[in-house]
């Protein structure tokens, strides 16, 4: 396997997409048609290779790229075929043809092959469990599954987003895959979400962040220009409130107060330290510290050895287990919206954050 590339100028100058320009610093740096310079986000690739050396990351390469899901059907005689693909594209609008690639090892390749007509079934967000049955093999993928003839008897399934009715025109080798091009003779929308598939995962569609933000009632509010805005802290602050508010309902939910979720929390993550060493942590006064430790042991929920050291008994750390189970739930919902790459960047952040914080009171 061919080890990633490391040089960020090369990657720089692959991007088709950007103009560059060398900066002093030799580093390349990409111009925005506004005139303004922006610095050249440079990442190197996660993999690279030939795609006959490496099919498994070549698999995973294809997979940046999302599809829907769609079941193709058709009836061959008397047989019916049906497999999930998403290989399937829009070629041309004038005359309306469509294709997709059947692979020629599958169980209905030649009934595919054959068949004068085929459907396209695009799927709807609700049905994964019809892209799981009828992506697996299977002499009769109809049992228990309701569908209705199409104009040409190819089978129609239910509660789809779109169907797509075709006249076979053309084949083309594909390699592996036959490649079928159909003239499209009717097509059907229905009101109805679709189901994704990519990097290998099934999923929704949401509004991309940016664009959601511009639709949000708020957006005035949050994208105001001036100090409100400006300041990592002032942002930080609101968006503490905000999920801190949530937490806080779940803990009192769990029976806790704030202060007691936060301690169990810190105890479960630095064992056996005394209530003065775990101060820091909680970012608590000392007086409610003190009564909340000593309520928590009282309720048998904390244990303290003779030296003062702090742990979990089993009933505490149940009791943890329930709780951070639901604010992680919690939690989830109130991230929901942002990519997993954003998430990342945030925690990022705060923990820099965090550790520049460190850095300064060990200084002052
Ligand atoms: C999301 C998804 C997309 C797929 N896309 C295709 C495709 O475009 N062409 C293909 O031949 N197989 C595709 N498959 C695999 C077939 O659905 C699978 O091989 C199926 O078992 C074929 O059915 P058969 O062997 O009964 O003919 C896909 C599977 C999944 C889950």
Known sequence: ?????????????????????????????????????????????????????????YRRCLGQFATGVTVVTARSGDKLVAMTANSFSSVSLSPPLVLWSVKRTSQSFEAFRDAPHFAINILATDQLALSRHFGKSGDDKFTSIPWSSGISGAPMLHGVAASIECRRVLEYDGGDHL???????????????????????????????????????????????????????????????????????????????????????????????????????????????????????SNGLVLMSARGELSLSDQGQARLKRLTDAIRLREAEQLDGLTNDDIAAARRVFRHLISQGRATQSHS
């Not at 692959?14 to 303004?36: A, E, F, I, V, W």
């Open 1 to 57: 396997m061919k080890t990633a590339n490391k040089d960020p100028r090369s990657i720089g100058d692959h991007c088709s997409g950007n103009r560059t320009q060398n900066s002093s610093d030799g580093l390349s740096s990409s111009s925005s048609d506004t005139g303004h310079v922006d610095p050249l986000i440079v990442v190197a690739p996660a993999e690279q290779d030939d795609p006959l050396e490496n099919s498994i990351a």
């Open 179 to 297: 490649i079928i091009l159909g003239h499209v003779e009717r097509f059907t929308r229905y009101d109805r979400d679709v189901l994704l598939f990519v990097q290998g995962r099934y999923g929704v569609v949401r509004d991309h962040p940016e664009l959601a933000a511009k639709l949000d009632p708020d957006a005035d509010v949050l994208n105001a220009q001036g100090p409100t805005n400006e300041f990592m802290a002032g942002l930080m602050y609101r968006a503490y409130g905000a999920l801190s508010t949530v937490m806080t309902r779940t803990q009192r939910k769990e029976g806790f107060d704030p202060a007691q979720g936060r301690i169990l929390g810190a105890i479960a993550s630095y064992p056996n330290r005394t209530v003065d060493m775990l101060m820091p942590e909680l970012y608590l006064g000392a007086t409610v510290t003190e009564n909340s430790i000593s309520e928590l042991i």
